[in-house]
């Protein structure tokens, strides 16, 4: 009769339970009274052993510290005969110490009560977790920290963890140049005072990770030997912190005991030196940015008091053109009135003549000072914006001119439904000075012809008054909006002021204005609203062939 399988694991025998430890694919480990009796291969190279005489009659909770091992002797000890324990613990052994799953259950060996243990090795992946757990809070210290030392402290942390070092620094080039301690943990100020300044690399270009993997045996750090044993450093590594290929500091990273490095741990720590590297410029930019800021902010306070200035002067101007030289004007014309009341039958038709000049010319003068001062107050004026009806505006403006001159024939064609927003005052000097203009260069037309309408060009509105009257010639057209400038002479009464009121009231509203005529063919004045851009002249396409002068969209 065969045993059934609990007899066989209660009462194993030694060829049975040494058979079952061999072909295990983990560790496993038999405890009779505390100690170790039995260990497979696994459990050796685990614990880093090399004969099983040196594993065997250890106590089992030697490889813990004592509280754990305190703590795993009170749940063995609580364990039914029938259940396992599972439990993760962390080890120390000759390797180094170890995250552990140890799976404990109940036998009987040799007849007593023992223990199999299971144990299964979870290092990598606790450490995996904590680098990127670490990389994680580094990362967000980055992101969020307002000065280098609130990183400086999760870079630290980061290169504990992902390293394995025992103690770590931060060293970071001074405004000479030299290494200076920014961050550290447990080092002496004896250490720091001695190596500060110290910098493995030759040249700046050419730093690359130094590691040392025993300290006592590197010939170049023989100065420092004495120091590292006197500082309990058995290992080392320095690595480089560079930004855009220039060497900005180093991360220094202390062991206690001899270290062989790995290329993950290398790897880690020059991602912590990237992330320390990035904040550190970041912080750089923040700081420039900041003083750019306070000197743009000087720079407008600056240029704000000189316009507010320039405003005052300007007002100041304009009451003294307005009274302290209108003044005389209106006596020279009064006077003049006199005479030509008074005087008339004394003057000959030369004297009267005279008389005439003076008479228009003060008014002319007159007429120009009003259009100055209404150009100088275009700028200074505050814009009220709110919708405007623009073809309602430009009817009610033909409507005056055609009441002024009734003999007149008037052919308005007025787009309806024309809304744009902008201050209503401003807008009707805008469109006074346009209409104005079309209505005076259209006198010697039988029939007198004004249009507004509006073309879409690539989403944007394009305001266009057309009429039939004498046009100009282009070659003429950059003296369009210049104060002072007109392009038809004395045939054409006018200051010269209007078209330059005109752009800048377009330049208020942030939208351009452009001309296209022939002479003898009528011109047409384009103009937008409310659109960034160059606001001197149309772009060359719609210059050369701009919209149709009568082509309106409903």
């Known amino acids: 009769m065969n045993p059934t399988e609990p007899e066989i ?45 040196q594993l065997i009659g250890l106590p089992a909770v030697s490889f813990l510290d004592p509280f754990e091992a305190q703590r795993m002797c009170e749940l063995v000890d609580r364990l039914p005969q029938n259940e396992r324990l599972l439990r993760r613990c962390r080890v120390n052994c ?33 450490r995996d977790a904590r680098r990127l757990a670490a990389l994680a809070q580094l990362t967000s210290a980055v992101s969020h920290a307002s000065a280098p030392d609130e990183v400086f402290h ?33 080092l002496s100020d004896a250490y720091r005072q001695r190596v500060h300044a110290h910098s493995p690399w030759l040249v700046d270009e050419d730093a690359r990770p130094l590691l040392v993997s025993d300290a ?17 450093i058995a290992a080392l590594g320095f690595i480089p912190i560079k930004h855009r290929g220039k060497l900005i500091g180093k991360f220094a990273m202390y062991y206690r005991r001899k270290h062989s490095f790995g290329d993950e741990e290398v790897q880690l720590a020059m991602t912590v030196a990237g992330h320390v590297a990035l904040a550190i410029e970041r912080q750089r930019a923040e700081r420039e940015l900041k003083q750019l800021n306070n000197e743009l902010e000087s720079r407008v306070r600056a240029r704000t008091s000189e316009l507010e200035q320039a405003n005052r002067e300007l007002a100041s101007f304009s009451y003294s053109v307005s009274h302290d030289l209108r003044a005389p004007l209106r006596s020279l014309n009064g006077f003049a009135h006199v005479l030509i009341e008074d005087y ?15 008479l228009s010319a003060t008014v002319r003068i007159d007429q120009l000072t009003v259009d100055l001062l209404r150009l100088a107050d275009i700028n200074r004026s505050i814009a009220h914006n709110e919708d405007v009806d623009l073809s309602a505006l430009c009817e009610s403006i033909l409507a005056r001119y055609a009441e002024s001159e009734p003999d007149r024939m008037l052919h308005g064609l007025i787009q309806p439904r024309l809304h744009v927003v902008g201050d209503r ?41 057309s009429d039939n009257g004498a046009g100009f010639d282009m070659r003429y057209a950059g003296k369009l909006f210049k104060p002072f400038e ?53 772009p060359r396409q719609w210059r050369d062939s701009p919209p149709g002068p009568f082509s309106a969209t409903p």
Not at 20 to 39: E, N, T, W, Y
Not at 170 to 183: N, P, R, S, T, Y
Not at 216 to 232: C, H, K, M, V
Not at 497 to 526: C, M, Q, T
């Open 425 to 465: 005052g401003l807008l009707t000097v805008m469109m006074e000075n346009l209409l104005g203009n079309a209505w005076k260069y259209s006198a010697g037309k039988p029939v007198t012809e004004i249009r507004l309408s509006r073309t879409i060009h690539e989403k944007v509105s394009i305001y266009c008054v």
């Open 486 to 538: 007109r392009l038809h002479g004395a045939d054409y009464q006018g200051s010269g002021i209007g078209l330059a009121i005109v752009e800048r009231i377009v330049h208020r509203f942030k939208g351009r204005i452009w001309a296209d005529s022939k002479p003898n063919e009528g011109a047409r004045f384009y103009f937008t609203l409310w659109e960034e851009g160059d606001a001197v002249s149309a």
């Open 154 to 186: 999760s870079a630290l942390q980061a290169l504990r963890v992902g390293a394995d070092c025992d103690r770590s620094a931060i060293l970071l080039k001074d405004a000479q140049g030299e290494m200076q301690f920014v961050a550290w943990d447990d």
């Open 216 to 232: 006592a045996d590197d010939a170049d750090l023989a100065p420092f030997r004495a120091l590292f044993e006197q500082e309990g």
């Open 9 to 53: 694991l209660q009462q194993p025998s030694f060829e049975a339970l040494d058979t079952l430890l061999d072909v295990s694919p983990g560790a496993i480990l038999i405890v009779l009274d505390g100690f170790i009796v039995r260990a497979n291969a696994h459990a050796l190279e685990l614990l880093g052993f090399d004969d099983p005489a």
């Open 344 to 358: 008339a039958d004394k003057l000959d038709a030369t004297g009267r003549q005279h008389l005439d000049r003076i």
């Open 94 to 126: 000759a390797c180094g110490p170890l995250e552990l799953e140890i799976a404990c259950g109940r036998l009987l060996f040799l007849g007593k009560p023992a223990l199999i243990v299971a144990a299964h090795d979870l290092t990598e992946q606790v």
